[in-house]
C-alpha cells in the first residue's frame, strides 16, 4: 500500500519553463489537495479536489492550474515557472463522510522544486 | 475557522511525556481539533483528531478541555524520532460548502527530544 505518490521528488526549472507535478493516491479517497511550503512557514494550500470532476481554488492559486484526472489522480501544473514558485510542493488525499474529515490527511514525501 | 495558539517550541527528555498546548479560545460547537506533525523535510503525518471527548490511538492522546477552548497532545513516551514541528488544527464541517475537509497549518511548536 503506498499511499500517495509524487513524481517527481527533485526538479530544477529555468524561468518560464513549464512542467507538472504528478500525485497519485492508492486509497480510494474522495479529496485530494496541493500545497507548497516554503522555508521557516507552514504549508498553504494551492488549489483542491474535494471530488472527482471537481476543483478549486486554494489560498496562493495564482500561477498554478490543476486536473483531477481520475479519483487516483491530481496533477499541478505551472504553466511558466517563476522563481517565488521555488519551494516544496506536497499533495495530500482524504476522506470525507458526512461532511467530517475522517482520519486526517495522508500526505506525499514532497517535491523539491527549485526556479532558477 | 477558529485560530490556534501554540508555543513555538518545546524541549522534552526523551522517555518523559511530551505536553504540547493548543488554545483555540474561538473554537465553535461544530469544530473539530486535529493534529499532525511534520519530521524535517517529510510530508505532515496525522497524528489524532477529536470534538469533544478525550481520545487516544497508537501514537498520542488529546485531551480537550470541557469548555473546548484549549487542547493537550500528549505523546506518553517520547523519543528522538518524535523531534517535529506538530501542528494543531481546527477545523469544522460544511464550512462554506463544499470547501469542508480543508486543513490550514499555521507555525506549528517545534519539539525538540532529547536524550
Known amino acids: 500500500n503506498a499511499g500517495v505518490t509524487q513524481t517527481p521528488k527533485f526538479q530544477v526549472l529555468k524561468t518560464g519553463q513549464s512542467m507538472t507535478l504528478q500525485c497519485a493516491q492508492d486509497?480510494?479517497?474522495?479529496?485530494m489537495y496541493w500545497y507548497r511550503q516554503d522555508p521557516g512557514m507552514g504549508l498553504r494550500l494551492i488549489y483542491y479536489s474535494a471530488s472527482e470532476g471537481t476543483t478549486d481554488k486554494g489560498e496562493v492559486p495564482n500561477g498554478y492550474n490543476v486536473s483531477r484526472l481520475n479519483k487516483r489522480e491530481f496533477s499541478l501544473r505551472l504553466e511558466s515557472a517563476a522563481p517565488s514558485q521555488t519551494s516544496v510542493y506536497f499533495c495530500a488525499s482524504s476522506d470525507i463522510s458526512g461532511r467530517v474529515l475522517l482520519y486526517g490527511y495522508t500526505f506525499g514525501s514532497g517535491t523539491r522544486l527549485t526556479v532558477v | 475557522d477558529a485560530k490556534t495558539t501554540q508555543p513555538t517550541s518545546m524541549d522534552c527528555a526523551e522517555g518523559r511525556a511530551a505536553n504540547l498546548p493548543c488554545n483555540h479560545s474561538?473554537?465553535?460547537?461544530?469544530?473539530?481539533v486535529y493534529w499532525y506533525r511534520q519530521i524535517h523535510s517529510q510530508g505532515p503525518q496525522y497524528i489524532i483528531h477529536?470534538?469533544?471527548n478525550n481520545e487516544t490511538n497508537e501514537m498520542a492522546s488529546l485531551i480537550i478541555t470541557e469548555d473546548r477552548k484549549s487542547s493537550t497532545l500528549i505523546l506518553p513516551h517520547a523519543t528522538l524520532r518524535d523531534t517535529a514541528v506538530y501542528y494543531c488544527i481546527v477545523r469544522g464541517w460544511n464550512a462554506g460548502g463544499t470547501s469542508y475537509g480543508k486543513l490550514t497549518f499555521g507555525q506549528g511548536t517545534i519539539l525538540t527530544v532529547h536524550p
Open positions: 477529536g470534538l469533544k
Open positions: 474561538t473554537i465553535s460547537g461544530n469544530e473539530y
Open positions: 486509497m480510494n479517497h474522495n479529496s
